[in-house]
């Protein structure tokens, strides 16, 4: 056990294991009683200084484009209009006139702003951020102090911090940097969302504890529990050292003996879509169309849908892109659908059974629009079904989709068929996998509920939690049974729950004959390098012992016995 | 001579950020003065990011555009362009 465990949000799912750098960007002020203020000379250099800032300003946004993406390097042109705000100028000009040093108007300036952002909510309050950050650096330019330049902290640093400004993660070299944590911040803050896309271990929103770790302490970023372990025992750090991930393998990757498996990516939100490319996905495997209807007032109409799965299908032209179809009730709710309250929402109405009654509204829409952006879109469309447990509502779903091609027929609209799938989650599905298969193009094991329904066990409750394990020997001859009736139909069979993504099981996996694995972006390499490792005659071998196991015990003995 | 348009704003994002900072640039850019705000209420300068910003102006909300000089219709026409351009399509 370390010495202390801290609590946060996990940003990435990765550790790291470092030593405590603290970064702490405050600039010294000058007394103004001190100083004599020749103005000319004052207003002189805060000219200059805006200058300089806006130069830094550009460079950094150039090396953010380069290295990140054009999306997270917008945020410097906001920067550069803040920057050279009017209101700044003449705020800051006043001050000067009036006797004040530089550097003091600067920071009265933009002080009377940051307050009236910091009062607001959402949105607006993460502008006080940029405003400081603008701020920091005109000050920093003014003082001439020493920028504390994360760009150089040494290998193997945790870079601990209040907050980290998009300026700040600019600067951060995932290859030398071993992860960062922050006081404040949440999943979706600059810092957070700049971890994910260079899966940087890191943990935000840890709170006013982080100000007790020492400089120079040695510490454990762990992104998935989104914990800080301070004085991590000697298992804690092999564990988080280990951990480093593997390069980036942009090319489809095939076994040592020539078994093509795909790897691909699961994708919630249209923002993730070039992350998942540049982390090497083959295609999407998942792409979770529920983002659409969340925090709103209304459905989408069919053309905001099409809109969203055409862009999902250009960013991979020479890729596959699988769509779940609308997968709300359980967990998921939407204000304006509705929902009932009931007494177990994870048994209730889910999935498909919301899609073909009371949402069969929704549901030819969400076709429409799908069956409109597979004409158009460059990559290929595939089209699947969630939480299906019987042939009755698969035949219900394709009459669906038959509808909605006769709609856009008499619309005169252009459209194609997708290839069609359904989602193995349920025993009910496993059961009659071979009818299923047979009237579809592929199955995909979503390993999270399939678990769940096998199990008997809740997700979320963590007294169970020890039976949400896909490595029981009924979840392992599950996914075993739908390969079979899946391949034996002609039907290709992917995976896109958790599963998928663990690199320990990769071998099992491939070796039970699943054609695509599809996972969170992070962990592709590493899924990408064991695939090109295992050689898949083994791994046949060792997923037969695997299937032919009593216990979850002997089960994980074929999988670490390599 | 002041002319001015309501325009109805589509990025998802609102008028911030990305959409936020092309809007503050495209007014500085042109030699007219801009000013901007919801309909019915106080205008402010267009060409300041912290005005701009702080209008909490999201999708689908409404902005009304007065400009006066030499430049007027010309940036009313890119400011428009900019509104009515989806985020992901504004290119940086």
């Known amino acids: 056990m370390a010495d202390r465990t801290l609590h946060g949000t996990g940003a990435t799912p990765r550790s790291g294991l470092g030593t405590v750098v603290w970064y702490d960007p405050e600039v010294t002020l000058p007394d103004p009683e001190d100083v004599t203020v020749d103005r000319d000379a004052e207003s002189e250099q805060f000219a200059a200084a805006v200058e300089t800032a806006r130069a830094e300003l550009e460079s950094e946004r150039a090396a953010t484009a380069d290295r990140v993406g054009e999306d997270e390097a917008a945020v410097f042109d906001a920067h550069i209009q803040f920057l050279e705000d009017p209101t700044i100028e003449d705020a800051v000009e006043t001050s000067i006139a009036d006797g004040l040093p530089a550097a003091n108007a600067v920071d009265d300036a933009f002080g009377e702003h940051i307050e009236q952002f910091e009062g607001m909510d959402g949105r607006m309050a993460e502008r006080a951020d940029d405003l400081r950050d603008v701020r920091d650096r005109l000050l920093r330019v003014l003082t001439d102090s020493e920028r504390v330049t994360l760009g150089q902290v040494p290998e193997g640093s945790v870079v601990l911090a209040e907050r980290l400004t998009p300026s700040d993660t600019a600067q951060l070299d995932p290859d030398t940097v071993a992860g960062f944590a922050t006081v404040t911040g949440g999943r979706t803050s600059h810092a957070a969302i700049f971890a994910r896309s260079l899966a940087l271990p890191a943990v935000v929103g840890v709170g006013d504890a982080l100000d007790d770790v020492a400089e120079g302490a040695e510490v454990v970023v762990d992104g998935d529990a989104g914990t800080l372990l301070v004085g991590p025992d000697e298992d804690e750090r092999e564990a988080a050292a280990a951990d480093t991930g593997a390069a980036v393998v942009e090319e489809a990757v095939e076994t040592t003996d020539g078994h093509h498996v795909e790897v691909a990516a699961n994708v919630g939100r249209p923002e993730e879509l070039s992350a998942a490319a540049d982390r090497g996905a083959d295609g999407v495997g998942l792409f979770r169309t529920e983002f659409l209807f969340l925090d709103r007032e209304s459905p989408p109409s069919e053309d905001e849908q099409y809109e969203a799965v055409r862009e999902a299908l250009d960013t991979f032209p020479d890729g596959r892109v699988v769509v779940r179809t609308l997968d709300i009730g359980g967990d998921k709710r939407i204000p304006y659908l509705d929902l009932p309250e009931e007494e177990n929402p994870f048994l209730g109405e889910r999935g498909i059974r919301r899609s073909l009654d009371p949402d069969s509204g929704l549901f030819a829409t969400q076709l429409r629009a799908l069956l409109r952006a597979a004409a158009d879109g460059a990559g290929e469309l595939n089209v699947m079904f969630p939480l299906v447990a019987s042939v009755e509502e698969l035949e219900s779903a394709l009459d669906a989709v038959d509808s909605a091609a006769a709609d856009l027929d008499d619309r005169g609209v252009a459209y194609e068929r997708p290839s069609l799938g359904v989602m193995i989650e349920t025993p009910g599905a496993v059961f009659v ?81 699943l054609d695509e694995l599809s996972m969170s972006a992070v962990t592709i390499p590493d899924v990408k390098t064991e695939v090109s490792e295992t050689e898949y005659s083994t791994a046949s071998e060792r997923a037969d012992d695997a299937r032919l196991a009593a216990t979850r015990s002997a089960v994980q003995t074929t999988i670490q016995d390599t | 001579m002041s002319v001015e348009r309501t325009v109805t704003i589509v990025p998802e994002a609102g008028l911030h950020a990305r959409p936020a900072a092309a809007f503050v640039e495209a007014v500085n850019d042109h030699e007219a003065e801009v000013s901007a705000g919801q309909p019915g209420d106080d205008l402010v300068q267009a060409g300041s990011m912290i005005a701009v910003t702080s209008l909490g102006v999201g999708q689908g909300d409404e902005l009304r555009l007065v400009a006066d000089g030499p430049d007027a219709a010309a940036v009313l026409d890119e400011l428009e362009d900019i509104l009515t351009t989806p985020e992901e399509e504004l290119s940086a």
Not at chain 1, 444 to 450: A, E, R, V
Not at chain 1, 478 to 484: S, Y
Request: proline share 4%; hydrophobic share 40%; glycine share 10%.
């Open chain 1, 433 to 513: 996998a071979d009818e299923l298969a047979a009237r579809v193009d592929f199955l995909s094991i979503g390993t999270n509920d399939l678990t769940q329904y096998v199990m008997a066990a809740d997700r979320e409750n963590e007294r169970v939690g020890d039976l949400h394990d896909p490595t029981y020997p009924g979840v392992v001859r599950a996914i075993h049974r739908t390969v079979e009736q899946a391949h034996a139909a002609d039907a290709w069979v992917g995976m896109c729950g958790e599963m998928a993504g663990d690199p320990d099981l990769t071998e099992l996996l491939v070796g039970l004959g």
